[in-house]
């Protein structure tokens, strides 16, 4: 059975997956690593946290399922676009693959007003996130999403308006996708609605299962 690696947010940490995992049959082979722990004794810019992130991945030998949201998609769809022979199928939950740099720079102000206490639980620092966020601006995978030719599954909240641009474009870029709208759920579905997403996600990985007999 491939490892599930489950890719949290920023402003969560790996205890976000606990609710989704639980109810999965897959529990036991199942991965979440912690991008703060990742990223500890160096400026966490987005491309340290990538070179982190696909050291990590990089520890199994087999395929992996990568599943991410938001942050967490993001670096997933990356790694499958610069590995594709690592990954079996692929879960962007919420996720960008053309940064929207007007929205990055509004967070990016409103965390430099947030107290420094908001950041703690989170692993990583004020410090941190403004630098992550800063220095993912200018990403873009538009040209690169077409050499995924895994399974993927496209999820996003219907309440989560600021995601669900990218997420309907994805799902009809990227050559085997397909999408799923989650209703009366916002951003952090993982958090908001573990129980639906479990059984989207169990959904997906059986009918990929079947396929592999």
């Known amino acids: 059975m491939a490892e599930q690696i489950y890719v949290h947010g920023l402003g969560q ?10 109810q999965l049959d897959t529990a036991d082979s199942s991965s979440c ?16 946290l990538y070179t982190s992130f696909t050291g990590f991945c990089n520890r199994f030998s087999e395929p992996v399922d990568l599943c991410g ?3 967490g998609g993001v ?5 499958a676009i610069d590995y594709p022979k690592k ?21 990016n102000a409103l965390f430099r ?19 992550l966020c800063r220095t993912m601006i200018q990403l873009d995978l538009s040209r690169a999403i077409p050499k995924v030719a895994c399974p993927v599954l496209v999820v996003c909240g219907s309440k989560d308006r600021a ?18 709208m989650v209703p009366d759920a916002g951003h952090e579905l993982n958090v908001e609605a573990p129980e639906k ?17």
């Not at 670096?75 to 790694?79: D, E, G, P, R, T």
């Not at 995601?163 to 799923?180: D, R």
């Open 13 to 22: 940490t790996p205890d976000s997956w606990k609710k989704t995992i639980a």
């Open 33 to 48: 690593p912690d991008l703060a722990e990742l990223s500890q004794g160096a400026d966490v810019t987005y491309e340290r």
């Open 69 to 71: 949201l938001s942050l």
């Open 75 to 79: 670096l997933s769809l990356q790694y």
């Open 87 to 107: 990954v079996r199928s692929l879960v962007l939950i919420a996720a960008q693959y053309k940064m929207p740099k007007r929205l990055l720079q509004l967070q």
């Open 113 to 131: 007003f947030m107290p420094r206490s908001m950041f703690e639980q989170t692993g990583f620092g004020k410090k941190d996130f403004l630098l």
């Open 163 to 180: 995601n669900q641009k990218a997420s309907v474009a994805l799902a009809g870029i990227l050559q085997n996708a397909e999408l799923q």
């Open 197 to 213: 997403l479990a059984e989207l996600l169990s959904d997906f990985y059986s009918r990929l299962a079947e396929q592999a007999r």
